[in-house]
């Protein structure tokens, strides 16, 4: 069974699959090579994801979601039909699609995939894409970082060792990764980067500008209407796009509002100048974080082999001269900026599956590849005082083992709660806290005396594990782990029978439609027979073939939905039998 790379892209996704030895993207079920990381729900309840959600988004802004990824490990819910929709939901939407994309394409069932993630993304972020994998039916090897796949795209064709600087500017995220590829060994140095900075930024900010100008020529005010602003933001990137590749655009959106003399037109011409000036800032703000890759790499920038540039973002102009300016390198060219993360996500898949299976066949060229990634945010815990104590530094190489032995500060105290975080500031409350364990049934004894041993482990993931010891009574303490915005296996296992419900609903309904549009041809087709042979005709065949038609025009005007199996069944036989009379 194939074993299949997902990039989970904020704005696209893509699939791809190591065949005969190299990766190869999987193009989707519309013969594209990315897909729209959009979902949406029609007013009649289907879910449609990809260009057909991405196509009726101004005609239905409200029930379409477009870069959920931007919400992946928090508490944003959406709400559809009273039913609230979590991120991992939505996200494994999207991933079931591609799941079923990629079964089309190998005519097997798929389940065994590797995922990607931008760098930055913290522990509950992580957690979160695994469990939309899950939910999606899909069993994730393995959890890597986008830059890594990039790397290890890459890392293929170029076998000489070398220091690469990976700079990824996608949708919604931004990272910067220096990554050492040697013989058979990808190992991640350090990574940096901001997990609010990408492509959408650069769409607001000119969508911004043309509601600014359009209010001002016109005297009229859009900023609330939801349906002309998304008209707005979608031209927006449209020559956000154009600008990558021309000096100058026009921006025409006819009828965008009703001013009392009638509809009132929007056109505006945008330079590439007056972009990047629109922009500066947001591209200058990657500065800090290529800086310090480098610092925590180790390395000065003219030790670069390479720049590798990633994300549908490094396509603008300004942004690669911005790379250019930082590092003194030319970026490569030899990778796709929208694929490169996909095929390397297939190639640390294949390498996975065929470890698992012994089965070299599946293997991709090159032979076993050994990644060694990094965590990309420090682990503290918090300690008297509302201090962050650091327990595992940013930049270590995963998998990663640590232990420390805790004590009470309170006399008599028979319960600690540790605080865990994720951050780089010195106090609690300024870091995210991603979990607190309760370690319960400590022996009454003065303050300081009880010794409690806590471990943390972080696999290959990324993802946290935590136990926990009373080396005093010997015993494993029991750690509760609230974490508020982690599904528990039993909503996830809900949502895992929603989906499969949903889509086996979905599928029924496009039969039935589908049903339904062949029935009306066969009814049409029968009527022109009538009309044009009908004179000709044995009696006995014309009156069969009037009944028949009769027969199913009448299971044509129930409504589909109101239908009992038992005549779906007969209407089934009644387009059969028709069929059989043309
Ligand atoms: P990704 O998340 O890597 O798919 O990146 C998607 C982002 O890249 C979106 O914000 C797109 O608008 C942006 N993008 C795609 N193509 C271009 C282009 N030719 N010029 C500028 N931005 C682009």
Known sequence: MPAIGIDLGTTNSCLATVEGGAPEVITNAEGERTTPSVVAFTKDGERLVGTVALRQIAMNPTRTISSVKRHMGTEWRKSIDGKQYSPQEISAMILRKLRRDAERFAGQEVVDAVVTVPAYFNDMQRNATKDAGTIAGLNVLRIINEPTAAALAYGLDHGDPQMVMVYDLGGGTFDVSVIEIGDGVIEV??????????????????????????????????????????????????????????????????????????????????????????????????????????????????????????????????????????????????????????????????????????????????????????????????????????????????????????????????????????????MASDNRSIGKFTLKGIKRAPAGAPQINVSFDIDANGILMVTAKDLGTGNEQSITITDSERMTDAEIQDAIRDAERYEAEDDAKRASIEERARAERLVADANEKLKEQGKEMEKDDKRRLKASIGNVQRYLAKRPEKMKDAERANFTSAIQELESLL
């Open 189 to 426: 140095l350090s990574t940096a980067g901001d997990n609010h900075l990408g492509g959408d930024d650069f769409d607001e900010r000119l969508t911004e500008h043309l509601i600014e100008a359009f209010e001002r020529e016109t005297g009229m005010s859009i900023a609330q209407d939801e349906m002309a602003r998304e008209r707005v933001r979608e031209a927006a990137e449209a020559a956000k796009k154009e600008l990558s590749s021309m000096e100058s655009t026009i921006v025409s959106l006819p009828f965008l509002a009703q001013g009392p003399a009638g509809p009132v037109h929007l056109e505006q011409t945008i330079t590439r100048a007056e972009f990047d000036r629109l922009t500066r800032d947001l591209i200058e703000s990657t500065t800090d974080a290529v800086n310090q890759a480098l610092n925590d790499a180790g390395i000065a920038a003219s030790e670069l082999g390479e720049v590798l540039l990633v994300g549908g973002s490094t396509r603008i102009p300004a942004v690669q001269e911005h790379v250019y300016r930082l590092t003194g390198k030319r970026p490569s060219s030899s990778i796709n900026p929208d694929e490169c993360v996909a095929q390397g996500a297939a190639v640390q898949a294949a390498t996975l599956a065929s470890a698992r299976s012994g089965c070299t066949d599946l293997m991709p060229r090159g032979g076993e590849l050994l990644l060694l990634d990094v965590i990309p945010i420090s682990f503290a815990i918090e300690t008297v005082g509302g201090v962050a104590t650091r327990v595992i530094e940013r930049n270590t190489t995963l998998p990663v083992h640590y232990e420390q032995v805790f004590t009470t500060a309170a006399p008599f105290q028979t319960k600690v709660e540790i605080n865990v975080l994720q951050g780089e500031r010195p």
